[in-house]
């Protein structure tokens, strides 16, 4: 009998960033940041937030680029070495992202691959409202697309932990319900996302 693969409900990002190369996470981010400043050009934005901000090099290419002082907020160990391995730039806090609260909200926060990885919609509904709660004007979360590319070859393997992948008016709605007003949308090959003004 063909045993079928467990599907996990948790993901495991420990496991996830032990399995990453320095390589990797450089040009998975330099190729990730082109579709983050196109949304983000212009803005005129002086201070932004990264929920889950992994190593930090993503964000540390965007930041750079457009003058931001930057934040991030993550939890994983292994994501804290490797930042200060590769990026060590701006502020890192370490902790759960929906226990956080800064003594100032941000003008820009954003994500990259987080809220699909919550099986419930209405706990990445909870994730995007923290977002909007640390923003003084701007969000914009990216999310993996649902595309014959994605789904067949770089979808995360699901005895690995859950991965949502997203047709645009899914996040589109999700963004909305959750309170937010869409102002641009921008993709690549790999991901979708809007900027999102605070209501
Ligand atoms: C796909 S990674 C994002 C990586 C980052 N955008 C980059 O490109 O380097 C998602 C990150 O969110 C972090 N994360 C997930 N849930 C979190 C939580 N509740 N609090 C803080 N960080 C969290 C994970 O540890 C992981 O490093």
Request: charged fraction near 30%; charge should be positive.
């Amino acid at each position: 009998m063909i045993q079928k693969a467990k599907i996990r409900k948790d993901f495991d990002w420990t496991e996830f960033w032990q399995e990453r190369t320095v390589t990797w996470i450089k040009a998975f981010s330099w190729y990730e940041s082109k579709v983050c400043l196109r949304l983000f050009k212009g803005l005129g934005v002086k201070t932004c937030l990264e929920i889950g901000g992994g190593p930090g090099y993503l964000a540390k290419l965007i930041a750079q680029k457009l003058g931001y002082k930057l934040t991030l907020v993550e939890n994983d160990p292994v994501a804290y070495k490797l930042f200060k391995k590769v990026s060590n730039f701006g502020k890192y806090v370490f902790k759960d992202f929906f226990k956080y609260k800064p003594k100032a909200k941000f003008d820009l926060v954003f994500s990259f691959g987080v809220i699909e990885h919550y099986p419930k919609r209405t706990k990445r509904l909870e994730a995007i409202k923290v977002h909007a709660s640390l923003s003084k004007k701007y969000v914009a979360i990216f999310v993996p697309k649902d595309s014959f590319l994605i789904r067949y070859f770089f979808h995360y393997p699901e005895d690995k932990g859950f991965e949502k992948l997203y047709h645009r008016q899914e996040l589109e709605g999700e963004l909305k319900d959750a309170g937010l007003k869409i102002v641009k949308f921008a993709q690549n090959l790999h991901a979708i996302g809007y900027l999102c003004k605070i209501k």
